[in-house]
C-alpha cells in the first residue's frame, strides 16, 4: 500500500465522523470569535487519534493548535469554523473544519513514513475578524513548510487570487432632538452616511476596475420622530495588493469625512482588524493539488462567473506572505446559489457537500504527501 492510499483509508475510516462533524456545525452557527462550541468540538477526532492537543492557543479563546508527529516536513491545515451574522454557514466553514480535520488524520496515518508533522491550527474570526493575522502576531505558523486548507465554492477553482480588504467600523455622532418640534436642534448622524454613500458612488468613477468598496449600516436611529443621535456601519474596501489599498483606502476615508463636515457629526473610524494581504500561492503545491484533484475525478471550472469565489478576501492570504500556502476551492454543485446566500447555506450539507468534504480532505492529504516527498529529495 502506498502512503497516498494508506491516508485515504484512514480518511475513508472516520468518514461519518467527518460528516456527523460538519452537519453539526452547520446546525449550530458560531460567529467571528464567539466559536466556543466549534473550537471545543473540531478537534476531539484528533485528541482520540493521539494529536496533542493545545487549547486557547496563544492565548485565543477559540483557536487550537494539535500536533502529531516529529518528522522534519511540517503540514500545517488550517481549520475554520466561523458563521456569518445572519447567514450561518452560508460560506461553508462547517465543510473547511472538517476536510481540515480529515486531511490531519490522513497525514498522520503515515506520519513517520512520510518525515511529517502534522499541524492543525484551529482559526477562528476569518470572517472579518482577522484570526490568522492575530495568531501570526503571536508567533503561529513559523517554519511551516506548507499551510493549506480547502474551501467550498459553487465549482472547483484550484488558485486563490483573493482581494486585499480592510475592515472598519464606521461611527457618526450627531444630537438627537424631535424632529417635528425642535428640528433644528438635532445632528443627523444618519445624515452622515447618507452623504458618505453618495460621495463613495462617486468616487467609484474614478477608482481601479478591480477595486471594491461595500459596507452595511447596522444602526442608524431608534424612532422616526427622534433625529438620529447616533449611527454605526461596518465597511470594507478591497484592492488587488495591499500597497493598492494602501492608496486607496484614503480616498475612501475622505467621504466618510464628507459626511462628518456635512452634518456637523462627529466620526470615529476603528480597525476592526489588520488588513487582509492577497493571495501568494506555492506553485508546485498548487500543481500538486490540481493532480491530487483531478485523479479523485474533480473538474476545474474555466474562468468566468461561476468561479469567481477565487477573488474572495481572506486572512489565509497573510499566511501565504510567511510560509508556503494554498487555499484551493472545491465546488458543491449549488449553482446557482454562491457563497454568502441562504441558499449556499442549503447546500453546505448533503450528498455532494459530504463528497467535497471528504475529496478535500484526501486531495490535501495527499499532497501533503508530495510536499513531503519533495522536501527529501531536497539537499
Known sequence: MTLKDAARERIDRHADELIKLSERLHADPETAWEEHRAAA????????????????????????????????????????????????HACGHNLIAASSIGAALGLAAVADEAGVTVEVYGTPAEEGGGGKIEMLDRGAFTGVDLAMMVHPAPVDVAEARPFAVSHSKISYKGKSAHAAAYPEAGINAAD????????????????????????????????????????????YVRAETLAELAELEPRVMRAFE?????????????????????????????????????????????????????????????????????????????????NHQREFAAFCVGGTAQRALLDGAVALAWTGVDRAATSTLTP
Not at 487549547?55 to 518528522?71: D, H, I, N, Q, V
Open 41 to 88: 468540538s473540531v478537534p476531539e477526532l484528533l485528541d482520540r487519534a493521539g494529536f496533542e492537543v493545545t487549547p486557547k492557543y496563544l492565548g485565543l479563546e477559540t483557536a487550537f493548535l494539535a500536533r502529531f508527529g516529529s518528522g522534519p516536513t511540517r503540514i500545517a491545515v488550517c481549520a475554520e469554523y466561523d458563521a456569518l451574522p445572519g447567514l450561518g
Open 192 to 235: 452622515g452616511f447618507t452623504v458618505a454613500q453618495v460621495a463613495i458612488g462617486l468616487l467609484r468613477q474614478q477608482l481601479p476596475s478591480s477595486a471594491r468598496v461595500h459596507g452595511v449600516v447596522t444602526h442608524a436611529g431608534d424612532a422616526p420622530n427622534a433625529i438620529p443621535e447616533n449611527a454605526s456601519g461596518r465597511w
Open 258 to 338: 464628507a459626511g462628518a463636515l456635512a452634518t456637523g457629526c462627529e466620526l470615529t473610524v476603528e480597525p476592526e482588524s489588520k488588513p487582509y494581504a492577497e493571495f501568494r500561492a506555492d506553485e508546485a503545491a498548487l500543481a500538486a493539488y490540481w493532480t491530487n484533484a483531478v485523479e479523485l475525478g474533480r473538474e476545474f471550472a474555466p474562468p468566468g462567473t461561476a468561479a469567481r469565489m477565487n477573488r474572495a478576501s481572506t486572512d489565509m492570504g497573510n499566511v501565504s506572505q510567511v510560509v508556503p500556502a494554498i487555499h484551493p476551492y472545491i465546488g458543491i454543485g449549488s449553482l446557482p446559489a454562491t
